[in-house]
């Protein structure tokens, strides 16, 4: 009889302690798997926003040519300068129109008197950015505001971090339930079987031999529950793309790269047979004695 | 195989269940072990299993001495070891053809080749019909023939029997040690037999180790009249015995 044959007589012979641990191991993988989907797509916003490194300098109104000159000026000895946009009175006026072009109420009463000329300014080392800030920021006389990413990356960049750490967290959490649940499965399991290992060993049966179905049963819980929870969890994703993509646009917040997914699908499956062995072979220390 | 124990002692805690035991068994001897309940039968055969540790002293099986060889040395000799005992020792959620299955899976039987020799130990133990019954299912002297089934299909060099016959009627009883006696013949197989019936240890006149207090008190033949300490044989001993060495 082989160790799989044994092995299956286990699972099915105690249906409803086998079911608990596929399902606990399924939890806990699926909710691994999210949590790697919604980080990922985190990474990918924050890593939107960290490419596009650029800052607004809204001016005061009423500023002569020579002056908008001059800052155009000192704004290009600054290193790492990509482009240097000016955007007039006229040209913002423009472009408010046609961001707004749904709706007539946002732009009847709208002139070009009361939005500020500006500067857009793209760089291509993020650093500058901070220094462009300074600058312009304490230039009260000339400039109305200084906008750039700098809040929104900082906010992202905990939203991802704080997505991370709870992420990490409750599949740790998940993940201890799970070995829990295995080892105490695994242990009433040797206790039930007590008479066929008593058996066995006098036969002449090795330690060995009367663990290995145990720990091949661990070993399925844990490959089984991994599969099914990644599984579920990349269905559901795929259900949801188009969704929250939009909603993300231009960002692909659940990507398309199929490397992701055979990635992911190929480390939760060794995670999963590791715990299940792992919890199994601490059981089977724990409980064979005879 | 032969089985030396030279000077072995075990202790449970301040309790000792051998003392001093020196015993040697040549390969394809058929011999008994009596003595009282907590004599120490069970200790030997327990040591010879080694499913205990003797406290002093050395056993050796074949060329492997169990104290100092290698643990897979040791159970690759253990596994040369057949065993039958009085409650069967059968898997209860396994048929008998299962229960034989295990025995010869756990000592490395070649799988294309165990299906046939299950086969083979069935027919012999005449249980034919009863293959895919559970040992639920079975009668004493069934279950019996199956846990001896079981202990041939290994091709054992040794059988231990611990008291086989306790909880078997008069015809499956001495079924059961034509049997032995067979296996012991034919194969040369080393027989070890604990019991408590005086009447087959006579009837076959083969050597007979008595233990008494832990301690070996007589090795050698000997008649029932000289092992059996109450010295009242019962008429029902003498009829089985006159019946058998009819």
Known sequence: MSTLTTTWHHIRRSPFQSLTAFGVMLICFLAISFFTIISSGLSSVLKYFETKPEITIFLKDGLDNNSINNIQKELSNYSNIKEIKYISKDKALELYKQQNKNNPLLTEMVTASILPASFEVQVSDPKVLEQIYENYSSKTSIVDEVIYQKDIIKSL??????????????????????????????????????????????????????????????????????????????????????????????????????????TVFFTEIFVGIFLGFLASWIGAKRYIKF | MKIKFEEVNKNYGSISALKDVNLEIEPGEFVFIVGHSGAGKSTLLKLLLNQIQPTSGTITVGDVNFAQSKKDEVEKTRQKIGVIFQDYQLIHDKSIEENIALGLDIVGYPKNEVQSKIDEVIKKANLNNRRFLFPAQLSGGELQRAALARALAIEPKIILADEPTGNLDLDNTWNLIKNLKEVNETNHTTIIMTTHNLDIVESLNKRIIKIDNGSIVFDGFAKKAKLDDSKKPTKHHKTNTNSKNS
């Open chain 1, 157 to 262: 960049l905990d939203w991802t971090n704080v997505m991370k750490k709870t992420g990490i967290a409750i599949a740790s959490v998940i993940g201890v339930i799970s070995f829990f649940t295995v080892f105490i499965i695994i242990g009433m399991k040797i206790t039930n079987r007590k008479e066929e290992i008593k058996v066995s060993r006098l036969l002449g049966a090795s330690t060995f031999y009367v663990k290995k179905p145990f720990l091949l049963e661990g070993i399925i819980y844990g490959g089984v529950g991994s599969f099914l929870g990644t599984i579920l969890s990349f269905i559901v994703a795929f259900i949801l793309r188009s969704k929250i993509n939009l909603f993300f646009q231009p960002v692909e917040f659940i990507t398309n790269n199929p490397m992701f997914y055979v």
